[in-house]
Protein backbone atom coordinates (compact mmCIF):
# COMPACT_ATOMS: atom_id res chain seq x y z
CA UNK A 1 0.00 0.00 0.00
CA UNK A 2 1.31 3.57 -1.05
CA UNK A 3 0.81 6.66 1.24
CA UNK A 4 0.60 9.91 -0.10
CA UNK A 5 3.09 12.01 0.60
CA UNK A 6 1.76 14.38 3.09
CA UNK A 7 2.94 18.00 5.16
CA UNK A 8 1.70 18.09 8.76
CA UNK A 9 -0.87 20.45 7.21
CA UNK A 10 -2.57 17.62 5.32
CA UNK A 11 -2.53 15.17 7.79
CA UNK A 12 -3.83 16.67 10.67
CA UNK A 13 -6.53 18.54 8.03
CA UNK A 14 -8.17 15.31 7.91
CA UNK A 15 -11.07 14.78 10.49
CA UNK A 16 -10.81 11.24 11.25
CA UNK A 17 -7.08 11.42 11.80
CA UNK A 18 -7.57 14.74 14.09
CA UNK A 19 -10.04 11.94 16.08
CA UNK A 20 -7.07 9.53 15.89
CA UNK A 21 -5.30 11.59 17.89
CA UNK A 22 -7.94 13.11 20.32
CA UNK A 23 -8.54 9.57 21.30
CA UNK A 24 -4.79 9.12 21.85
CA UNK A 25 -4.20 11.83 24.12
CA UNK A 26 -6.71 9.83 26.81
CA UNK A 27 -4.66 6.79 26.37
CA UNK A 28 -3.11 4.28 24.26
CA UNK A 29 -5.08 2.32 22.02
CA UNK A 30 -4.22 -1.36 20.25
CA UNK A 31 -5.28 -0.66 16.31
CA UNK A 32 -8.17 -2.56 16.78
CA UNK A 33 -9.37 -0.71 19.41
CA UNK A 34 -8.93 2.12 18.01
CA UNK A 35 -10.89 0.91 14.95
CA UNK A 36 -13.85 0.04 16.96
CA UNK A 37 -14.62 4.13 17.13
CA UNK A 38 -14.70 4.69 13.71
CA UNK A 39 -17.43 3.51 11.13
CA UNK A 40 -14.66 2.62 8.25
CA UNK A 41 -12.64 -0.53 7.46
CA UNK A 42 -9.84 -1.59 9.97
CA UNK A 43 -7.65 -1.34 6.96
CA UNK A 44 -8.67 2.50 6.33
CA UNK A 45 -7.79 3.11 10.03
CA UNK A 46 -4.62 1.32 9.95
CA UNK A 47 -3.96 3.31 6.79
CA UNK A 48 -4.40 6.73 8.53
CA UNK A 49 -2.67 5.45 11.44
CA UNK A 50 0.14 4.74 8.99
CA UNK A 51 -0.18 8.32 7.84
CA UNK A 52 0.11 9.96 11.38
CA UNK A 53 3.21 7.28 12.00
CA UNK A 54 5.46 8.65 8.73
CA UNK A 55 4.04 12.40 9.87
CA UNK A 56 5.59 11.96 13.39
CA UNK A 57 2.64 12.49 15.48
CA UNK A 58 2.21 9.21 16.51
CA UNK A 59 4.81 6.10 17.12
CA UNK A 60 3.59 2.52 17.21
CA UNK A 61 5.12 0.26 20.18
CA UNK A 62 4.72 -3.63 19.83
CA UNK A 63 3.80 -4.91 23.16
CA UNK A 64 3.96 -8.71 23.08
CA UNK A 65 1.57 -9.30 20.05
CA UNK A 66 -0.14 -6.43 20.17
CA UNK A 67 0.32 -3.17 18.36
CA UNK A 68 -0.17 0.21 20.55
CA UNK A 69 -0.28 3.45 18.93
CA UNK A 70 1.06 6.20 21.19
CA UNK A 71 1.44 10.05 20.80
CA UNK A 72 4.76 10.83 19.85
CA UNK A 73 6.62 12.01 23.14
CA UNK A 74 8.35 14.34 21.62
CA UNK A 75 6.35 17.66 22.35
CA UNK A 76 6.16 16.85 26.27
CA UNK A 77 10.27 15.79 26.18
CA UNK A 78 10.39 19.28 24.94
CA UNK A 79 8.65 20.72 27.88
CA UNK A 80 10.18 18.68 30.46
CA UNK A 81 13.75 20.42 28.81
CA UNK A 82 12.63 23.59 28.74
CA UNK A 83 11.22 23.20 32.70
CA UNK A 84 14.75 21.25 34.09
CA UNK A 85 16.40 24.38 31.98
CA UNK A 86 14.84 27.54 33.94
CA UNK A 87 14.63 25.31 37.23
CA UNK A 88 18.23 25.33 37.36
CA UNK A 89 18.57 28.84 36.02
CA UNK A 90 17.05 30.33 38.28
CA UNK A 91 18.62 28.33 41.32
CA UNK A 92 21.78 29.68 39.74
CA UNK A 93 20.44 33.06 39.84
CA UNK A 94 18.98 32.69 43.48
CA UNK A 95 22.48 31.60 44.39
CA UNK A 96 24.39 34.35 42.83
CA UNK A 97 21.98 36.98 44.26
CA UNK A 98 23.45 35.57 47.67
CA UNK A 99 26.88 35.80 46.88
CA UNK A 100 26.60 39.07 45.30
CA UNK A 101 25.02 41.18 48.45
CA UNK A 102 27.16 38.78 51.07
CA UNK A 103 30.33 40.37 49.25
CA UNK A 104 28.86 43.85 49.24
CA UNK A 105 28.23 43.82 52.95
CA UNK A 106 31.89 42.55 53.60
CA UNK B 1 4.28 15.91 34.84
CA UNK B 2 5.48 19.17 36.81
CA UNK B 3 4.50 22.41 34.75
CA UNK B 4 5.50 25.04 37.23
CA UNK B 5 8.92 26.11 39.07
CA UNK B 6 8.96 27.19 42.72
CA UNK B 7 12.05 27.98 44.53
CA UNK B 8 12.64 29.81 48.09
CA UNK B 9 15.69 31.31 49.02
CA UNK B 10 16.49 33.26 52.28
CA UNK B 11 18.47 36.46 52.25
CA UNK B 12 19.88 37.89 55.31
CA UNK B 13 19.06 41.40 54.00
CA UNK B 14 15.85 43.73 53.92
CA UNK B 15 13.55 43.58 51.76
CA UNK B 16 14.07 46.79 50.53
CA UNK B 17 17.59 45.41 49.43
CA UNK B 18 16.21 42.58 47.54
CA UNK B 19 13.74 44.75 45.58
CA UNK B 20 16.34 46.63 44.16
CA UNK B 21 18.05 44.48 42.96
CA UNK B 22 14.73 43.16 41.38
CA UNK B 23 13.82 46.69 39.68
CA UNK B 24 16.87 47.91 38.58
CA UNK B 25 18.30 47.49 35.29
CA UNK B 26 22.17 47.13 36.76
CA UNK B 27 21.31 45.44 39.45
CA UNK B 28 19.23 42.80 37.90
CA UNK B 29 21.72 42.71 35.06
CA UNK B 30 24.26 41.93 37.79
CA UNK B 31 22.42 38.36 38.73
CA UNK B 32 20.13 37.64 35.70
CA UNK B 33 20.69 39.27 32.31
CA UNK B 34 21.38 42.06 30.41
CA UNK B 35 17.91 43.76 30.33
CA UNK B 36 15.95 46.97 29.71
CA UNK B 37 13.98 46.69 32.75
CA UNK B 38 11.45 49.86 34.10
CA UNK B 39 9.35 49.22 36.95
CA UNK B 40 5.87 50.47 34.94
CA UNK B 41 2.97 48.48 34.82
CA UNK B 42 2.56 47.61 31.36
CA UNK B 43 6.22 48.14 30.46
CA UNK B 44 7.74 45.56 27.74
CA UNK B 45 11.57 44.34 28.00
CA UNK B 46 13.96 41.61 27.37
CA UNK B 47 16.43 39.92 28.82
CA UNK B 48 18.97 38.87 26.92
CA UNK B 49 21.39 36.20 26.66
CA UNK B 50 23.00 33.75 24.25
CA UNK B 51 21.18 31.52 21.97
CA UNK B 52 20.68 27.94 23.74
CA UNK B 53 20.18 25.84 20.16
CA UNK B 54 19.26 22.62 22.65
CA UNK B 55 16.22 24.56 23.32
CA UNK B 56 15.48 26.06 20.11
CA UNK B 57 16.18 29.60 22.04
CA UNK B 58 17.28 32.94 20.61
CA UNK B 59 18.15 33.69 23.96
CA UNK B 60 15.91 36.70 24.25
CA UNK B 61 13.33 36.78 26.42
CA UNK B 62 10.02 39.17 26.04
CA UNK B 63 8.66 40.21 29.02
CA UNK B 64 5.54 42.84 30.19
CA UNK B 65 5.21 43.51 33.92
CA UNK B 66 2.10 42.56 34.98
CA UNK B 67 1.54 43.26 38.72
CA UNK B 68 4.00 45.43 41.11
CA UNK B 69 2.83 45.56 44.59
CA UNK B 70 5.83 47.48 45.86
CA UNK B 71 8.53 45.56 48.24
CA UNK B 72 6.65 42.52 48.37
CA UNK B 73 5.30 41.31 45.08
CA UNK B 74 6.53 41.32 40.91
CA UNK B 75 5.20 39.67 38.22
CA UNK B 76 5.95 39.43 35.01
CA UNK B 77 5.15 37.53 31.73
CA UNK B 78 8.70 35.56 29.94
CA UNK B 79 8.27 34.62 26.58
CA UNK B 80 10.57 33.14 24.07
CA UNK B 81 11.16 31.33 21.13
CA UNK B 82 14.23 30.58 18.16
CA UNK B 83 13.50 33.96 17.19
CA UNK B 84 11.12 35.99 13.86
CA UNK B 85 8.58 36.58 16.73
CA UNK B 86 8.03 32.82 16.92
CA UNK B 87 6.78 31.71 21.03
CA UNK B 88 7.55 28.33 21.93
CA UNK B 89 6.70 29.24 25.31
CA UNK B 90 4.57 32.00 27.05
CA UNK B 91 5.06 32.58 30.84
CA UNK B 92 4.89 33.67 33.84
CA UNK B 93 7.58 34.73 36.52
CA UNK B 94 6.64 35.82 39.92
CA UNK B 95 8.64 37.46 42.88
CA UNK B 96 7.22 37.78 46.26
CA UNK B 97 9.30 38.94 48.90
CA UNK B 98 8.16 38.00 52.75
CA UNK B 99 10.11 40.09 55.70
CA UNK B 100 11.62 37.75 58.17
CA UNK B 101 13.20 38.75 61.76
CA UNK B 102 17.19 38.41 60.51
CA UNK B 103 16.06 39.09 56.26
CA UNK B 104 14.24 38.25 53.78
CA UNK B 105 12.60 35.41 52.12
CA UNK B 106 12.35 35.47 48.23
CA UNK B 107 10.28 33.15 46.69
CA UNK B 108 10.10 32.26 42.78
CA UNK B 109 7.48 30.97 40.89
CA UNK B 110 7.30 30.04 37.37
CA UNK B 111 4.43 29.08 36.13
CA UNK B 112 2.42 28.26 32.42
CA UNK B 113 4.57 25.95 31.03
CA UNK B 114 2.33 23.94 28.45
CA UNK B 115 2.65 20.88 26.25
CA UNK B 116 1.36 23.00 23.32
CA UNK B 117 4.10 25.90 23.65
CA UNK B 118 6.33 23.48 22.36
CA UNK B 119 4.60 20.76 20.48
CA UNK B 120 2.84 23.17 18.21
CA UNK B 121 3.06 20.44 15.29
CA UNK B 122 2.17 17.16 17.13
CA UNK B 123 -1.30 18.49 17.19
CA UNK B 124 -2.60 17.29 20.95
CA UNK B 125 -4.53 19.82 22.51
CA UNK B 126 -8.00 20.28 21.36
CA UNK B 127 -7.47 23.70 20.87
CA UNK B 128 -5.40 23.11 18.30
CA UNK B 129 -7.31 20.83 16.75
CA UNK B 130 -10.23 23.21 16.46
CA UNK B 131 -7.80 25.85 15.14
CA UNK B 132 -6.79 23.09 12.28
CA UNK B 133 -11.04 22.68 11.70
CA UNK B 134 -11.15 26.86 11.45
CA UNK B 135 -8.37 26.31 9.17
CA UNK B 136 -9.34 23.88 7.15
CA UNK B 137 -12.70 25.17 6.44
CA UNK B 138 -11.35 28.44 5.38
CA UNK B 139 -8.99 26.69 2.67
CA UNK B 140 -12.31 24.91 1.28
CA UNK B 141 -14.15 27.95 1.13
CA UNK B 142 -11.48 29.31 -1.49
Known amino acids: MSLPNLDALQV ?9 LQLLTQETY ?25 AGFISIQEIGRERHCVLNQKGF ?9 FDQF ?10 ILNKKKD | MKTE ?15 MYLTEPELIAQWIMPNDFKLLLGHHFTFRTNPIP ?72 EGWLKKMEKIENLLNEK
Not at chain 1, 12 to 20: C, E, G, K, M, V
Not at chain 2, 7 to 19: M, N
Not at chain 2, 58 to 81: A, M, N, Q, R, T
Not at chain 2, 96 to 101: A, F, G, M, R, V
Open chain 1, 77 to 85: NDVKALISH
Open chain 2, 54 to 125: SLNLDGIFHCKILEIVPLKKLVYSWKGGPGNNETIFDTIVEWTLEKKDNGTELRLLHTGFKEENVSILTGMT
Open chain 1, 12 to 20: IADPSRRQI
Open chain 1, 30 to 54: NINALAENFDMSRPAVSKHIKILQQ
Open chain 1, 90 to 99: WENKLSKLET
Open chain 2, 5 to 19: INHKWFYSQAPEEIW
